[in-house]
């Protein structure tokens, strides 16, 4: 089993940078891949940006392209997002999950992924 814990967040204005982080215990070397997902009030939670653990490759929600950017520590235990030019419908909780390999199918899928942080609220203002 592998814990996530996304500590940052916070309120933010519109047009500002945001990053937030990820740190991964546990079992990291079953990960093979890592995402950031978010959930807006009254909304299914949406996948945003995700990594491949090795070889780094990363890839976005359409929406996002552009604005967000995924990293990995190099430690390879912390997953990182940026956020830039922050708008108010970024608001959300943002959470930060990990799959295997033997359960990654389709990266933007949630079903992808079985651990899962408790989640990092955003609020943009406008």
């Known amino acids: 089993q592998v814990q996530l814990v996304e500590p940052g967040g916070g309120l933010v204005q519109a047009g500002d940078s945001l990053s937030l982080s990820c740190a991964a215990s546990?079992?990291?070397?079953?990960?093979?891949?890592m995402a950031w997902f978010r959930q807006a009030p009254g909304k299914d939670r949406e996948f945003v940006a995700g990594?491949?653990?090795?070889?780094?490759?990363?890839y976005f929600a359409d929406p996002v392209k552009g604005r967000f950017t995924i990293s990995r520590g190099n430690a390879q235990n912390t997953l990182y997002l940026r956020i830039n030019s922050l708008k108010p419908e970024d608001t959300a909780v943002y959470y930060c999950?990990?799959?295997?390999?033997?359960?990654?199918?389709?990266?933007?899928?949630?079903?992808?992924?079985?651990?899962w942080g408790q989640g990092t609220q955003v609020t943009v203002s406008s």
């Open positions: 990594i491949t653990w090795i070889g780094g490759m990363a």
């Open positions: 999950a990990a799959a295997r390999i033997s359960t990654y199918t389709y990266p933007q899928e949630r079903k992808t992924y079985d651990s």
């Open positions: 546990g079992r990291t070397s079953s990960v093979y891949a």
